[in-house]
Nanobody, 118 residues
């Protein structure tokens, strides 16, 4: 049974920082590509940052230089360090794990709310 559990969301002022965590149960973590997505009401879920099993990262342009994705294999945990947060970063953030060869095999967490507001 694979489970992804996010934590670390909350309310933060513009310019502040948050670190999201995603704890992954099961034996997939070291083999799967991992990613953080976000979604606001009425819009499609978008990929914010991804990291391959080999450690290659990619980011959506709007967060480059502000967000950092990382993975701790011994702890089976994925992180998203978010700095210089803006109101437009407000969304529900989801953790995703995707099979490297069979893209239809994927798992999602339940989501964590991030609100950037003064």
């Amino acid at each position: 049974q694979v489970q992804l559990v996010e934590s670390g969301g909350g309310l933060v002022q513009p310019g502040g920082s948050l670190r999201l965590s995603c704890a992954v149960s099961g034996s997939i973590f070291r083999f799967y590509a991992m990613g953080w997505y976000r979604q606001v009401p009425g819009k499609q879920r978008e990929l914010v940052a991804g990291i391959s099993s080999g450690g290659t990262t990619n980011y959506v342009d709007s967060v480059k230089g502000r967000f950092t994705i990382s993975r701790d294999v011994p702890k089976n945990t994925l992180y998203l360090q978010m700095n210089s947060l803006k109101p437009e970063d407000t969304a529900v953030y989801y953790c995703n794990a995707r099979h490297p060869a069979n893209l239809v095999v994927e798992y999602w967490g339940q989501g964590t709310q991030v609100t950037v507001s003064s």
